[in-house]
């Protein structure tokens, strides 16, 4: 896998990421409110004395916070996306009929997450409902861990967030899968989630303002047909069964 070939995971990720706001945004918000109980009043003299060193440090470590999530977060799906690869390292999508078959899942489940973040099909939908039997085991080990006072408990958080049933990851999953190998599937997930840092990291820092510009129907359309997009050209691609020349610099998996 060359870098090149990173860039339409990432592109993905970067559109898919107002689904991210969707998913994500609640806990994220918490992070930019402290992720704990509000400071206690300062007396007026006081607070001309500390209110500019004080708002230093409360936003540093706000930013040390939504770092952390964002980390572990992306490092949940980095060793999904190696799970998922070592399948294929394995051997177990060694048959070029299987590879071929997964080709063209991987890319109408591209087709479908565009459908659903344009809201104009909701399918996967009913594929994040049905990855809640992973969550409902992952999700007490979130309360230990709350409030979200420390980067540390951040960063788990974040870990466990990655597990969330999503239907934009299964579809980045698939991807990861085609690779070939462990390594090269964590690539593929580690380009996906940096995608969806951008977003993230504002919504993070500047809360609800990003919330709901990003959430506006326009933008929503515009993510949904570049994914859409992508889906299509690595459909045509595998009809086709050759190359199609510069849009092999924007295929999503390896050639079938």
Known sequence: MNALSLVPMFLVGLAGSVHCIGMCGGIVGALSL???????????????AVARPALQTSVQTNVLRVLAY???????????????????????????????AG????????VALGLYLMDAWRGLAHLEA????????????????????????????GGLWGWVPCGMVYSALLTAMMQGSALNGAAAMA??????????????????????????????????????GFGVLGLLRAANGVSLGWLDALCVTGHP
């Open 34 to 48: 402290g992720g704990g109980a509000p400071a206690a009043p300062v007396r007026p003299v006081i607070a001309i």
């Open 70 to 100: 964002n980390g572990g977060r992306i490092g949940s799906y980095m060793l999904a996306g190696a799970l998922a690869g070592s399948l294929a390292g394995a051997g177990m999508l060694h048959l070029a009929s299987l590879q071929v």
């Open 103 to 110: 080709y063209w899942l991987a890319n109408l489940m591209l």
């Open 130 to 157: 049905a990855g809640n039997v992973i969550w409902r085991r992952v999700r007490p080990l979130l309360k230990p861990l709350m409030p979200m006072d420390t980067p540390f408990k951040a960063l788990a958080v």
């Open 191 to 228: 380009a996906f989630g940096l995608g969806t840092l951008p977003t993230l990291l504002g919504m993070g820092l500047l809360g609800t303002r990003l919330r709901a510009q990003m959430q506006r129907r326009p933008v929503r359309i515009a993510s949904g047909l570049l994914v859409l």
